[in-house]
């Protein structure tokens, strides 16, 4: 049993800055890669940044310098710092893990339930 919850998320004026966080909970023997995603009514649910347990990141080209995303693998939990949000930012964004739940597993994603954010002009 895995569960990832977030919170955060909210409304803001184009130019803001708003910030998510996600805590991944239960039986969890490693966490390869956390991040985030996003989706909007009509398409399909697109990454927006990720870590590995590394550090290593990668970001989808339209939030390249604009956004941050970090994690604390003591504490399981992934953040994303967003600035100069535009409006088409707007979106619902979940929180992802690769986990392996045992040392000799394979790694299953897990997501969460899914946080608004909403940017206005």
């Known amino acids: 049993q895995v569960h990832l919850v977030e919170s955060g998320g909210g409304s803001v004026q184009a130019g803001g800055s708003l910030s998510v966080s996600c805590a991944a909970s239960?039986?969890?023997?490693?966490?390869?890669?956390m991040g985030w995603y996003r989706q909007v009514p009509g398409k399909q649910r697109d990454v927006v940044a990720a870590?590995?347990?590394?550090?290593?990141?990668n970001y989808a080209d339209s939030v390249k310098g604009r956004f941050t995303v970090s994690r604390d693998n003591v504490k399981n939990t992934v953040d994303l710092q967003m600035s100069s949000l535009k409006p088409e930012d707007t979106a619902v964004y979940y929180c992802?893990?690769?986990?392996?739940?045992?040392?000799?597993?394979?790694?299953?994603?897990?997501w969460g339930q899914g946080t608004q954010v909403t940017v206005s002009s």
């Open positions: 992802y893990a690769l986990i392996a739940r045992t040392y000799d597993s394979i790694p299953d994603d897990y």
């Open positions: 239960g039986s969890i023997f490693s966490i390869n890669v």
């Open positions: 870590i590995t347990s590394g550090g290593r990141t």
